[in-house]
């Protein structure tokens, strides 16, 4: 799903609301409760939100499986996000939390009885034009859904093997200077 509506964009946001989306993409669909529970919040901090989430259209409610009527049990829209370079404020809301993840996970994994197969940090350089680009984050996209697809329909499916959340975090931009003035450029 493309995020580039401010809307969407202060949805996603929340740290909360990002721990929220995860937990529903573990679990396929929940009540706000078990979210709460599962999270460590409150759950009318929890239902709150919920419903900003519902209001940017990130995730629709799933009467398929309440309990009841004035149950309500919730679902996403997308498997993954892409997030549409924004302006100001938003830009830096979505990233903060984001880098520090990253810098957590590698600056915990750079310990020797934490390395693992299950962790790296990919830096590549390509000289592109703007067609390649959007073609590489076409592909991209489409193995990341791929695999998150797969993973979470086999972690439903055999319950009993253990699985840990795994977050990949994928950037395509050309390498500018943050002033505007652009990157080094090779011509053939």
């Not at 997030?83 to 830096?92: E, F, H, I, T, Y």
């Not at 979505?94 to 957590?104: F, M």
């Amino acid at each position: 799903m493309d995020i580039s509506d401010p809307e969407s964009l202060r949805a996603i946001a929340s740290p909360v609301r990002q721990r929220i989306l995860m937990q529903l993409a573990v679990v396929g669909h929940a009540r706000a409760a078990d979210l709460a529970e599962a999270i460590g919040q409150p759950a009318n901090s929890v239902s709150f939100h919920l419903r900003v989430l519902a209001k940017a259209g990130m995730i629709v409610e799933a009467p398929e499986h309440a309990r009841d009527k004035r149950d309500r049990v919730w679902k996403n829209v997308a498997t993954s996000y892409n997030v549409k370079p924004a302006a100001g404020d938003a830009a830096d809301l979505i990233l903060r939390p984001t880098v520090e993840w990253l810098s957590e996970v590698f600056s915990h994994g750079s310990h020797e009885e934490t390395r693992d197969a299950g962790r790296t940090f990919m830096l590549t350089t390509m000289l592109l034009t703007r067609d390649d680009a959007n073609e590489l984050i076409l592909e991209l996209s489409e193995l990341l859904n791929r695999w998150s697809e797969r993973s979470l329909s086999a972690a439903r499916d055999a319950g009993e093997t253990p699985r840990e959340v795994y977050q990949l975090l994928t950037a395509v931009a050309p390498r500018d200077d943050p002033r505007g003035d652009a990157g080094t450029t090779a011509k053939g």
